[in-house]
């Protein structure tokens, strides 16, 4: 099944592109060409950002950085423009002027040419590969190991979104998972707000955060706490 998911941004126009250009993700991914599925899903967000202007894929309600797209070129792959979308919002992170400034300082023995974040673009191109497989069975794997497996899902993101998520847990094999559908869904409050909706059974877990896109613990910190909370409390 194909997942499309409606933007109050794309016309049925917008759409139709959307949907064609994701029918040749599903169809590297069903030949197995893993690196190829990879770079047609980068294919598919400059799409999707086209038909939209540009909507964050982040989270569905801002737009996208311009930092994004300022160094497009011809020679760009579909790769490189998947990685600047992917980690241009992170490269203004208070975190990398952090590690790259007074850590380095204070810890004196960091190479010149070494820098925090400066091998992300390495990392990603050599996971190309891995980026698009299913890992459902390791999921249903661990779960029939009785390890402890929390999913979380923010119903802003869209390159993760709820709906997919929902998809691949549905092919999930473990014994337990239709008493897992079955189990009481619970409003999670923080100061008489609801934040999240949380289900559970035996050692799975869902957590869907409200008003979160991709990074929970930007968009929802207290969110994000709290379910990082339950997690290690549990």
């Known amino acids: 099944m194909l ?109 010149t040419n070494v820098t925090w974040g400066g091998q992300s673009n390495e990392v990603f191109s050599s996971l190309s590969v891995a980026f698009m497989q299913p890992y459902i069975d390791r999921v249903d794997f661990l779960l029939s190991q009785g390890v402890n497996v929390t999913v979380y899902s923010g119903n802003l993101d869209l390159i993760c979104c709820t709906t997919g998520t929902m998809a691949w847990m549905a092919k999930l094999k473990w014994s337990d998972y239709q008493n897992f559908l079955s189990s009481t869904r619970n409003p999670v409050s923080v100061n008489g707000q609801v934040v999240a909706f949380y289900k559970h059974f035996k050692n799975l877990s869902l957590w869907n955060i409200l008003a979160a896109g991709h990074m929970v613990p930007e968009d929802q910190p207290v969110a994000g706490l709290t379910m990082l909370d339950r997690i290690i409390g549990q």
Do not use: C
Not at 56 to 65: E, F, G, K, M, T
């Open 3 to 111: 997942i499309t998911y409606m933007l109050p941004e794309v016309d049925s126009v917008g759409q139709q592109k959307i949907a064609a250009s994701a029918q040749t993700v599903l169809q590297a991914v069903n030949n197995k060409n893993w690196a190829t599925a990879t770079q047609l899903w980068g294919t598919n967000q400059g799409v999707i950002e086209q038909v939209s202007d540009h909507i964050d894929v982040y989270n569905i309600l801002n737009r996208a950085p311009s930092s994004q797209f300022s160094s497009d070129s011809k020679a760009d792959t579909d790769l490189d423009r998947s990685y600047r979308r992917m980690m241009a919002k992170l490269q203004a992170d208070p975190l990398t002027t952090l590690m790259n400034g007074p850590i380095r300082q204070k810890l004196g023995i960091i190479p």
